[in-house]
């Protein structure tokens, strides 16, 4: 029996074992931006890490950090093969509004042929593909067709500080020819997709701050400052009424997509209103005029604003004057845009518009700007082949609107381009209620990623 024979059957006499393995994954908790869950975190990494060995992965560590435990393993056998960098994620978002799942978050639930959990698609599900992939080569071959590293974090959810001071530390013994991330979606179901594009982001708190404490309305209102008032006025400030940033600069280094590109999405099957009615839920579309869909989350930036905090909000009535208020705020950028600069750009702004009596103070959560990588790369091409062959349907390469900070340092640190071989879906409603995962996606991942990992070995 072929390699390829072999593998295929060592995959289907355990599809039933790697789900099973992987609802057992998703049972754990691994909240990670809430205190009370770092044991859950711990016990997730512990969980993953005896699975690369019994993948038949070597040097195989848990190795802590200032949060969250990384996790690191490498099988490097094969001479004259290239090294690829498998990257993943096992930590998860808060669940909350618990009322709104149709089942319990950390108790997998099969409906529809998908699985319902936090962290089934984003990033559990994509992450265990990797992992199951190698494990069947292994066992079939007793090796591997390239050499493979890994390395997983516990804080992509919170902004990934422990991965990037490790990479920083570490190149020498993470250099690669490529890293795999499957943490993005295919462009439509049975539709293989290869994300060749990330927008960045600058994210930011804002706190406003007017009197020293806060005051009674009727003796000091039409006099003292609002901080609530004042945050909100200058927010209306930032973007006009048709979703235009008005920071200055804010879109001057801007690199649109090339024609080529551009024609190429045109050609995708989308529909404007099944976009409309099926994923956003509102009345209507919003941002730049003048721009497609696609341009408008692909490859434009943004400016939002993710939630506003301050004076009282409790039951009944108190009619204060608040003294501080606070917002979050994001920015996402697009090639070319220089994350220092605009940075720069936004404190002047904020100075410059920052109501009288209002005092503002920005704290910087985390920046990182936009990547690409040519759909020419031999690694894009391999993968591409890896999923035309498994999905039986021509490989579409698109953009990710989201940002994926470790590809930029991926490619910063260790000077390697990324593969986005996502199997998720549009609708698979990543950090919000009743998240899924298309099992058959599970397993055709898989086997997709042995595809890839089989063209990699040398000729």
């Known amino acids: ?7 295929d059957a060592y995959l289907s006499a355990n599809k039933q074992r790697f789900q099973d393995e992987l609802f ?11 205190p009370e869950h770092a044991p ?31 996790i690191y393993g490498d099988w490097l056998h094969a001479s004259g093969a290239p090294t690829v960098l498998c990257y993943g994620h096992y930590d998860v978002q808060p669940a909350e509004p618990l009322e709104e799942w149709k089942s319990p978050p950390f108790e997998p639930t099969i409906r529809d042929g998908s699985v319902y959990a936090r962290g089934a698609a984003d990033d559990k599900g994509q992450l265990y593909i990797h992992i199951k992939a190698v494990e ?7 090796d591997l067709p390239l050499n493979i590293k890994f390395l997983i974090e516990g804080e992509e959810e919170v902004g990934g500080e422990s991965i990037s001071a490790y990479l920083a530390a570490n190149r020498e013994k993470l250099e690669a020819d490529a890293a795999l991330i499957s943490d993005t979606s295919m462009y439509a179901p049975g539709l293989p997709s290869l994300d060749i594009g990330l927008r960045g982001m600058i994210y930011q708190e804002w706190e406003a701050s ?25 927010l209306a400030k930032c973007k006009s009424a048709d979703g235009v940033c008005q920071i200055p600069g804010f879109y001057d280094d801007v690199e649109p997509p090339a024609r080529e590109e551009k024609e190429s999405w045109e050609r995708l099957p989308f529909s404007e209103t099944d976009y409309l009615e099926n994923e956003v839920g509102s009345s209507r579309l919003t941002g730049e005029p003048g721009y497609s869909v696609m341009e408008r989350t692909w490859a434009r930036p943004t400016f939002e604003v993710h939630g506003i905090g301050g004076g009282f909000t409790g039951p009944g009535a108190k009619t204060v004057i608040p003294a501080k208020a606070y917002a979050k705020v994001s920015m996402r950028l697009v090639p070319n845009q220089d994350p220092q600069k605009l940075l720069e750009a936004i404190e002047r702004f904020v100075a410059d518009n920052t109501p009288a009596g209002i005092r503002i103070r920005i704290r910087q959560m985390y920046a990182s700007p936009a990547s690409m990588v040519s759909p020419d790369n031999p690694f894009i091409q391999k993968a591409a082949a890896a999923l035309t062959e498994t999905f039986g349907a021509q490989t579409v390469f698109t953009r990710c609107g989201g940002s994926i900070p470790i590809v930029g340092e991926f490619l910063e640190e260790l000077g390697i381009p990324t593969v986005l071989m996502g199997f998720g879906l549009p609708d698979d409603s990543l950090h919000g209620p009743n998240e899924k995962f298309l099992l058959e996606n599970f397993q055709m991942g898989i086997r997709a990623v042995v595809n890839f990992f089989e063209s990699l070995a040398p000729a």
Do not use: W
């Open 136 to 142: 069947a080569l292994h066992a079939v071959r007793g």
């Open 210 to 234: 007017g009197p020293a404490q806060d005051l009674h309305s009727g003796m000091y209102g039409g006099a003292a400052p609002n901080a609530v008032f004042g945050l909100v006025e200058l």
């Open 1 to 7: 029996m072929s390699d390829r024979n072999s593998c």
């Open 24 to 34: 057992e994954l998703l049972r754990i908790p691994s909240v990670s931006t809430l």
């Open 40 to 70: 859950d975190l711990c016990r997730a990494a512990e969980f993953v890490a005896s699975k690369l060995r019994v993948a038949g992965l070597e040097n195989v560590a848990v190795i802590p950090t200032d949060k969250h435990p990384l």
